[in-house]
């Protein structure tokens, strides 16, 4: 059983940066992905990335503002966040395809997830 621990979420102003960090407990050869889920809302595509890390994948939402990368000798995907705005409020979310290198921004492909990291913009 794969587990996801998701880290660096906090509480920060509009405009600043966070580094969020996922690391798994098995290595993953497949794609992984990072989504989001707002209170009162469904759980989000942000970004994804494959194997290589040659292929991203983001929302319009957040093209610009953030990175996803991974370092697969850490078994770790990241979500470089830039000028966060309050609308990127959420529980983050890390998620891993495993063995599918596909990229993928449906929740239903990704089978093994994380527990979330809280974000927080003030305005």
Known sequence: QVQLVESGGGLVQAGDSLRLSCTASQRSSGAMGWFRQAPGKDREFVAAINWSGGRTLSADSVKGRFTISRDNAKNAVYLQMNSLEPEDTA?????????YDRLSYERDDYGYWGQGTQVTVSS
């Open 91 to 99: 529980v983050y979310f890390c998620a891993s395809r495993q063995t």
